[in-house]
């Protein structure tokens, strides 16, 4: 059994900042790619950011510039730190991961239960 567990959301102001957690537990050989997704309010849910296990990572265009996203490899855990967040940034942001497991050393892509963002004044 695997599981995400994120941390981080809540409520910030325009222009404010939040750093987002996400550790992954339970019968892991290897974690592969690892990644944020986000969803709001009647609309699809969509790529944030990416990070591959050597460090390399991508953006979506919207938010370039003002979130990072790192991993720390040996604790199998990904943040996101989002800075001069704006209410369009409002969202339900989701942890997901490609994990090796123990058991048969496929791969399996799995998800966090998501965190609420909002960024209102």
């Known amino acids: 059994q695997v599981q995400l567990v994120e941390s981080g959301g809540g409520l910030v102001q325009p222009g404010g900042s939040l750093r987002l957690s996400c550790a992954a537990s339970?019968?892991?050989?290897?974690?592969?790619?690892m990644a944020w997704y986000r969803q709001a309010p009647g609309n699809e849910r969509e790529l944030v950011a990416t990070?591959?296990?050597?460090?390399?990572?991508t953006y979506a265009d919207s938010v370039k510039g003002r979130f990072t996203i790192s991993r720390d490899n040996a604790k199998n855990t990904v943040h996101l730190q989002m800075n001069n967040l704006k209410p369009e940034d409002t969202a339900v942001y989701y942890c997901?991961?490609?994990?090796?497991?123990?058991?048969?050393?496929?791969?399996?892509?799995?998800w966090g239960q998501g965190t609420q963002v909002t960024v209102s004044s």
């Open positions: 997901n991961a490609h994990i090796i497991a123990t058991w048969d050393r496929k791969t399996y892509r799995y």
């Open positions: 339970g019968s892991i050989f290897m974690v592969n790619a």
């Open positions: 990070v591959l296990s050597g460090g390399s990572s």
